[in-house]
């Protein structure tokens, strides 16, 4: 979703290109390869509401693990 709301050409800063690079490694060693290609694909389908609804979701479920 984020790629759709950036204008053509836009070069990310040096921590936000770190930090997306970052929390993609991670979410590829939680799904493997072909799972994140999926969500991805899936992902980049989603409107900007659609999108902060899921990661609302993931946030809550993520916050219900660590309480525990």
């Known amino acids: ?5 950036v204008p053509p050409g836009h070069l990310a800063p040096p921590m936000e ?3 997306r690079a970052r929390a993609e ?13 999926v969500a ?3 992902g980049g389908a989603l409107s900007l509401e659609e999108a902060a609804a899921v990661l609302g ?4 479920a993520i916050s219900e693990r660590a309480e525990s």
């Open 1 to 5: 979703a984020r790629d759709a709301l």
């Open 17 to 19: 290109r770190d930090n």
């Open 25 to 37: 490694e991670l979410c590829r060693a939680a799904l493997g390869d072909t799972e994140f290609a």
């Open 40 to 42: 991805h694909a899936e």
């Open 57 to 60: 979701r993931a946030a809550d």
